[in-house]
């Protein structure tokens, strides 16, 4: 397809299950982001790659979180032992280059709703 | 640390009205700004944005104007469509590769 695709769309986990969100980005972008967005809130950072380096991972909120993008394109998002208050939205995006241009802008996939009972 | 203040919602119009969502802004130098709205079902998308003081950034009859001076980036319509509701972030980026969002106000256009 033409835009950023993510999968599942919804995931229900058993607190303590390990869950992998899955983000297709459009083809030849470089950039791609992952935000996690809670009920009612904008969207936070987690982590930024550009093409295979994961060059900011600042936002990842705990050691449980886990990013990687092997060979630039595809990218999983993995959380282990899941606890409740990592229910939320988790957003992909992708963009042709970095953010800092004139002319560049991130595409978002529609999300992976992710609820933990 | 940088963020994004946005006015909350929901805002309820009746269609033809005037729209404005406020948005202001914290940080260090000079920060592109953005508009993203999220239809119903639908993901994020870019609205406008704008990269330097006093550019004017507009799409779909959006507007809002980039205000150093007043660190905002206020959301305006001249005239509303129901076809309009949805959730508006105000976004910003500065000089790293990181979108930070306001919390998002809801639209909510009525006939």
């Known amino acids: 397809g033409a835009g950023v695709s993510q999968s599942p769309r919804y995931k229900v986990a058993k607190r303590g299950q390990d869950v992998a969100l899955r983000c297709d980005p459009i083809?030849?972008?470089?950039?791609l982001f992952w935000y996690q967005q809670a009920l009612g809130q904008g969207p936070e950072f987690l982590t930024y790659?550009?093409?295979?380096?994961?060059?900011?991972k600042s936002g990842l909120p705990s050691d449980r979180f886990f990013a990687e993008r092997p060979e630039g394109s595809v990218s999983t998002l993995k959380i282990q032992r899941t606890q409740q208050e990592d229910s939320a939205v988790y957003l992909c995006?992708?963009?042709?280059?970095?953010?800092?241009?004139?002319?560049?802008?991130?595409?978002f996939g529609q999300g992976t709703r992710l609820t933990v009972v | 640390g940088d963020s994004v203040t946005q006015m909350e919602g929901p805002v309820t119009l009746s269609e033809e009205a005037f729209l404005t969502i406020n948005c202001t802004y914290t940080?260090?130098?000079?920060?592109?700004l953005f508009w993203y709205v999220q239809y119903p079902g639908e993901g994020l998308q870019l609205l406008l944005k704008?990269?330097?003081?006093?550019d004017k950034g507009s799409n779909k009859g959006f507007e809002a104007t980039y205000r150093k001076e007043t660190t905002s980036f206020h959301l305006e319509k001249g005239s509303v469509q129901v076809s309009d509701s949805a959730v508006y972030f105000c976004?910003?980026?500065?000089?790293?590769?990181?979108?930070?969002f306001g919390t998002g106000t809801r639209l909510q256009v009525f006939p």
């Open positions: 995006a992708s963009s042709l280059e970095g953010l800092g241009g004139p002319n560049t802008e991130a595409f």
């Open positions: 083809s030849g972008h470089v950039s």
């Open positions: 790659f550009q093409n295979e380096a994961q060059l900011d």
């Open positions: 940080a260090t130098g000079y920060p592109s």
């Open positions: 704008a990269t330097k003081a006093d």
């Open positions: 976004a910003l980026s500065a000089y790293t590769d990181k979108l930070i």
